[in-house]
Nanobody, 122 residues
Framework: QVQTVESGGGLAQAGGSLRLSCAAS????????VGWFRQAPGKERGFVAA????????QYADSVKGRFTISRDNAKNTVYLQMDSLKPEDTAVYYC???????????????WGQGTQVTVSS
């Protein structure tokens, strides 16, 4: 099982950038998919992006394609979410999680961490 801890949120203006970090640890990290999710007030938590640790293959939600980039640093066991061209609708609490497949990542009920707040002003 892989444990994750998010950090790096904050306040940005529309059009600006922020980078989130997800520190990951666990014996199965090398075989895992690590992903970001977000939850805005009054809305359900939704998928943002994910990366397969073994080969760096990434997937994105349509709403962030071309603006967000997910990457990993093998040496630091950290996954990053670079968020550019931010929009007010990106405002949410962002969470990081890991699982063995992208399907499991999106469908398996889990206990979420505290997340990190991202606020984008117009």
């Amino acid at each position: 099982q892989v444990q994750t801890v998010e950090s790096g949120g904050g306040l940005a203006q529309a059009g600006g950038s922020l980078r989130l970090s997800c520190a990951a640890s666990g014996r199965t990290l090398g075989r895992s998919v690590v992903g970001w999710f977000r939850q805005a007030p009054g809305k359900e938590r939704g998928f943002v992006a994910a990366i397969r640790w073994s080969d760096g293959n990434a997937q994105y939600a349509d709403s962030v394609k071309g603006r967000f980039t997910i990457s990993r640093d093998n040496a630091k066991n950290t996954v990053y979410l670079q968020m550019d061209s931010l929009k007010p609708e990106d405002t949410a609490v962002y969470y990081c999680a890991a699982d063995l497949t992208i399907v499991a990542l999106q469908r398996t009920p889990r206990r979420w961490g505290q997340g990190t707040q991202v606020t984008v002003s117009s």
